[in-house]
């Protein structure tokens, strides 16, 4: 994938975007809501680009049939040089309403390599897809528990697998009480290519981000941030690492 150019001018402003550290020295941003030039309305994007905090330059890459679709309120990490995409919101062009993407996949941008892949996330049964259909070759496939699509979820890594949490999930988005699906960790192990659920007891239903952290001395936990939909309070804590995977 070429670059479109290399300048110092900074991307157009934006909201719901996300911006990555892939390095000490380098920034990754991709998506995000923002105006487009002589419309009043805000419009999701797929921009993507890479700044050099040493050289003050952002490299703008080529929109691609491989990139993610346009979206806002995505999930991203980085991970050995790897930018995972998950989920988000997306503008409906009928009613230019936003909502929940209907992709469930993982996208992945190979950064030492310069190349797009998606990981195919497994079907409602959690079977892979069948080893006789041919996939393109920037395609990998998962078996295991249903990801499903969110929006606001935390994305972040731990033990060598991906992890998503809570967020607002769109085959619940009219906030069913019943097997309170938003505490359902979703793992997904890249070396067996297999998704798993963990249940998270008590974790409310909630827009976050979460990181990897020391809570005590010699014990690391995932510190949680982000509030409930339409309430202005934040809510924050620990989940303790006692999960076995």
């Not at 359902?184 to 008590?202: F, M, P, Q, T, Y």
């Amino acid at each position: 994938m070429s670059k479109i150019k290399e300048s110092s001018t900074t991307p157009a402003p934006r909201k719901m975007h996300t911006l990555n550290t892939i390095d000490d020295d380098r920034l990754i941003m991709f998506g995000g809501k923002c105006l487009m030039e002589g419309e009043e309305n805000m419009y999701d994007t797929q921009h993507f680009a890479i700044y050099d905090v040493k050289k003050n330059i952002w490299s703008y890459h080529r929109e691609s049939i491989n990139m993610p679709y346009r979206r806002a309120s995505h999930s991203t990490t980085v991970l050995d040089e790897r930018l995972y995409i998950y989920g988000g919101q997306q503008i409906n062009s009928i009613s230019k309403l936003t909502e929940i993407h209907d992709d469930k996949d993982i996208h992945l941008y190979n950064i030492r390599q310069d190349s797009w892949h998606r990981i195919i996330t497994p079907s409602p049964d959690g079977s892979r897809l069948s080893p006789t259909l041919s996939l393109p070759s920037e395609w990998t496939a998962t078996d295991g528990s249903k990801v499903g699509r969110r929006v606001d979820a935390a994305m972040f890594s731990m033990h060598h697998r991906i992890i998503i949490l809570s967020g607002m999930e769109k085959d619940n988005f009219d906030y069913e009480q019943e097997g309170r699906p938003w505490e359902l960790l979703k793992s997904l192990s890249l070396e067996e290519r297999n998704w798993d659920h963990i249940r998270v007891k008590g974790l409310p239903q909630m827009g976050c981000v979460a990181v990897v952290s020391e809570y005590k001395t010699d014990k690391k936990g995932i510190f949680v941030i982000g509030k409930v939909h339409d309430d202005d309070k934040l809510i924050m804590g620990w989940i303790k690492d006692s999960i076995d995977m």
